[in-house]
């Protein structure tokens, strides 16, 4: 069987039709889960990694200044009752 050059043509159009449309689907269906999952986040009042990560490390700093603050207290509390101790 013999197939001309215009056939072939067609077929080649037609598949590469489907594979384009197969990709624009493609691209359009990750567009419409990406802006489903932006919704959420939006919805649930999630953040992002970026800004966990900074409150994170605030949160971190805060802490290490609230010990140095209770051991200065700590310190000041003890120098205060060896002043009003008898000597």
């Known amino acids: 069987m013999q197939i001309d050059n215009a056939m072939l043509d067609q077929i080649t159009q ?9 990709g624009e689907t493609r691209e359009e269906m990750k567009r419409k889960v990406q802006d489903m999952v932006r919704e959420g986040i939006d919805h649930f009042d999630l953040v992002t990694r970026e800004e966990f990560n900074v409150v994170s490390e605030m949160l971190s700093q805060t802490r290490i200044r609230a010990e140095a603050l209770e051991k200065r207290l700590t310190e000041l509390e003890a120098a205060l009752t060896r002043l009003g101790e008898p000597t």
């Open 14 to 22: 037609n598949v590469m039709g489907v594979f384009n449309r197969v």
